[in-house]
């Protein structure tokens, strides 16, 4: 059975957060500890892997990613091609509602790239890192 822990306000921590996992090895029952990311905003993060077909992909994001991401602040977007020859994948476009991705080499025009979207939370443009006690 699984606990939860609601939190209806912001959570300050000074040591790590992190998930306990256990597995089984070679020696016997061990867990793995997975220690959260930490960044100088408050981030949305999407991921996965897409198709490109005749050198365009069109990757249409998921409605929550746009209910929970600033269009006031910049959307990076990274890209990793999976292909044995030379590609030139390059973002051509992107909001918080879908990334365009073109490539612009001689390679081949269909091959598959993981990629990830990164936004800033809607409602927290401003925060502050450096705050005072």
């Not at 069109?58 to 020859?85: K, N, R």
């Amino acid at each position: 059975m699984q606990n939860t822990l609601n939190v209806n306000s912001d959570l300050q921590v000074t040591g790590t957060k992190n998930f306990v996992q256990a597995v089984d090895t070679t020696a016997g029952t061990k867990n793995v500890h997975y220690t959260s990311i930490e960044a100088g905003e408050v981030r949305t993060e999407h991921t996965g892997v897409a198709e490109m077909e005749d050198g365009h992909a069109l990757i249409e994001l998921p409605e929550h990613f746009d209910m929970v991401t600033s269009d006031e602040e910049p959307i990076a977007v990274q890209v990793t091609a999976h292909a044995e020859e030379r590609v030139h994948p390059q973002v051509v476009e992107k909001s918080t509602r879908f990334v365009s991705v073109e490539d612009f080499g001689d390679g081949p025009a269909d091959y598959s790239f993981s990629y990830t979207v990164k936004g800033v939370r809607a409602g927290y443009e401003d925060e502050e890192v450096v705050r005072d006690q």
